[in-house]
């Protein structure tokens, strides 16, 4: 059996028809509490979206899943991603907080 990444070597995912422009890795952070039936059917939405918007093989995509939580929000997603990085926002919270809330 393959070592992760010996199964993502390019040579390999240019054999398998894929080359380096379609690809895509989400990374969602949200605060715990949510079932992994709610995350599973998520990761599968957005799966879709991507495959309907990009047109990307499911084979291309990939989902993850962070939980944060609430008391570290500020300073481990708000601040550094949101605050400090508003250009790679295609949609900006409604909300805003500072480091401590």
Do not use: F
């Amino acid at each position: 059996m393959l070592s992760p990444m010996e199964r993502v070597r390019d040579e390999q995912c240019y054999q398998c028809g894929y080359t380096e422009e379609n690809y895509a890795h989400i990374i969602l952070k949200t605060v715990p509490g949510k079932s992994e039936q709610e995350k599973t059917r998520l990761a599968e939405e957005i799966t879709q979206a991507v495959m309907d918007v990009l047109h990307y093989d499911a084979d291309s995509v990939s989902v993850a899943i962070e939980e944060i939580k609430p008391q570290d929000w500020a300073e481990k997603v708000y601040i550094p991603e949101i605050l400090n990085s508003p250009e790679k926002l295609y949609k900006k919270p409604g909300y805003t907080m500072q480091k401590g809330n």
